[in-house]
Every structure is written in structure tokens, then in C-alpha cells.
């Protein structure tokens, strides 16, 4: 049912049509898109601070005091985008204020917001308004422990209608979101209540995306090096798709022009046998 993408798979239509424009995200992947020959572009937006390498660091935003710091698990996710593909992350993430120009120092933010935090300033919002108009991905993820939160929710609801004036939509199972890398059918974290996402297009590429299932939930790990919390309800098996979506996440942020995405994608995967030594490994 989840397939890695590779040669049979790569000519499917679906990655054209659904394709975003990625013209105005040009000017702040410059030194972060570690892809296909790392793919270095001309400018960085006016806030940007240059980039001294081809390092991806995922960024962990916080809105408010109340708001979940979840570097710990961006760091393990960051590790299995080494493993698994040629993009080059940064062992560390960055916490991300928007108040400083921590914001600018990546193009992919994780924001796990919780209830009852202080509302962000409108100068905050036009800060990530920015963010987001030049390139940038905010991943938004309910971390609740037992299901998707209404606070919560209504949060980020709130967030999203004032940083452009519209509501979030679905994404459809259709969309580059669940092909950029490995097919997936649907969307799960640690949980599976939801498995789906919503998220809010500029022009035609998604600039926002929003998780209900605790997505960074899964990728937690114990002092011991173990998962922290079980995935329920399909335990080791529902926390690969987890990896696997969260993998799709980072490729679908960081890819910039999906016209090319079928040769970019074999490209990794050649990278990939090289660095094992093997053949390419089948998802089931």
C-alpha cells in the first residue's frame, strides 16, 4: 500500500498537475536545498541571513510560553532525512522566536501549539507572514496525548485566519504532499484519529500544513534511545508512516520546481544505494 518512489513509479502524472510554483521560495532555500547536485539559488528575502551552508536545520516555533518545545523530536526526524535520503540535516534544531531573526535562518518551522497561550502580536504575525510569502512551510501539530484537542484547534484556527485572511482547506489524498517521496495513502502520527491534513495554499503551493494526529509525537524518543509513547492504535508499523510523512513533509518543503521531481528523485535514490551499498529498499 506504501510504495518508495522509484523508477516504475516515477513517471505518474499526479506530481505535474498538482505541481506548486516555488518562484518567490527561490530567495530562501539559497544553501539549505541539499538535493539533486546541492541545488543552490541566487537571492535571499530582505530579512534573511545568508546561509553558511548546504545544512538543513528544521526550526521549532514558538508563539507563546505555553506553546510545546519540540526539538528533541525534530532532532530524530532530522536524523532519519540522513538516513533515508541525500538531504544533509543539521543534528540540532533551532528554536525559533519570532521575535529575532532566528526565524530566517530556516525554511521549514514546527509549531506545536498548546491552549490557553498569549495571542501573537499582529508585528509577530507579519513577521511570519513574511516567512511564509518568501518560501517557508509552517507545520502545525496538535501533540495533545489522548486525541485532537478543540482548544487547540480553535488556536490555530485563529493563527491561520489572521496571517492571511482565509480559512484552512483539506488536502487532498491525492496531492505532491503524499508523493514527494513515499506514497502514502493517508496521513498518522502517534495517533491515527484524524489522517488527514488541512493546510492553506499561497499562490499554488501549501505554505502552511496542519497535523491532528501528533505527528512529532512519533518521532519522541526515551532516555534509553526508544520510543517515548506507544503508536496507537498500529504501534511500530503506524510510526514508520509517521517517518514516511514526515520525510514527505521536508522533500515537498524544500523541492522547488516538481516539473523536475521525477529526475530529482531518482537522483537521491541513486545517492542512496551508493552510500548502503545495496539495492533500493521497498517500503511495504
Not at 3 to 10: E, N, W
Not at 108 to 136: D, K, N, Q
Amino acid at each position: 500500500m506504501f510504495r518508495l518512489m522509484d523508477g516504475p513509479h516515477a513517471t505518474t502524472d499526479p506530481l505535474r498537475s498538482a505541481a506548486p510554483t516555488s518562484t518567490d521560495r527561490r530567495q530562501l532555500l539559497v544553501g539549505l536545498a541539499a538535493l539533486a547536485g546541492g541545488l543552490l539559488l541566487p537571492r535571499l528575502p530582505r530579512a534573511a541571513e545568508p546561509a553558511t551552508s548546504s545544512v538543513l536545520r528544521l526550526g521549532a516555533l514558538r508563539i507563546s510560553d505555553r506553546d510545546h518545545d519540540v526539538r528533541g523530536s525534530l532532532d530524530h526526524l532530522a536524523a532519519e532525512v540522513r538516513m533515508r535520503t541525500s538531504i544533509e540535516t543539521a543534528h540540532r534544531s533551532l528554536a525559533v522566536d519570532l521575535g529575532d531573526d532566528t526565524l530566517f535562518r530556516t525554511p521549514v518551522l514546527f509549531w506545536a501549539p498548546a491552549a490557553g497561550g498569549s495571542r501573537p502580536s499582529e508585528a509577530a504575525l507579519g513577521r511570519l507572514r513574511e516567512h511564509l510569502s518568501s518560501g517557508g512551510l509552517l507545520w502545525i501539530d496538535d501533540t495533545s496525548a489522548s486525541g485532537p484537542s478543540t482548544a487547540v484547534d480553535a488556536v490555530v484556527r485563529d493563527v491561520v485566519a489572521r496571517l492571511f485572511g482565509r480559512p484552512l482547506e483539506p488536502v487532498p489524498q491525492r496531492d505532491v504532499v503524499f508523493r514527494t517521496f513515499y506514497r502514502l495513502d493517508e496521513a498518522v502520527g502517534r495517533r491515527a484519529d484524524i489522517k488527514a491534513l488541512e493546510g492553506q495554499r499561497l499562490g499554488r503551493r501549501w505554505s502552511i500544513l496542519y497535523g491532528r494526529d501528533d505527528l512529532l509525537g512519533a518521532f519522541r524518543r526515551a532516555g534509553s534511545g526508544g520510543p517515548a509513547v506507544p503508536a496507537v492504535p498500529g504501534g511500530e508499523a503506524q510510526r514508520e508512516m509517521a517517518y514516511r510523512l514526515g520525510v514527505n513533509v521536508l522533500m515537498y518543503a524544500l523541492c522547488l520546481d516538481y516539473k523536475d521531481d521525477h529526475t530529482h528523485v531518482q537522483t537521491l535514490l541513486r545517492r542512496r544505494r551508493g552510500r548502503s551499498g545495496g539495492g533500493t529498499r521497498r517500503a511495504p
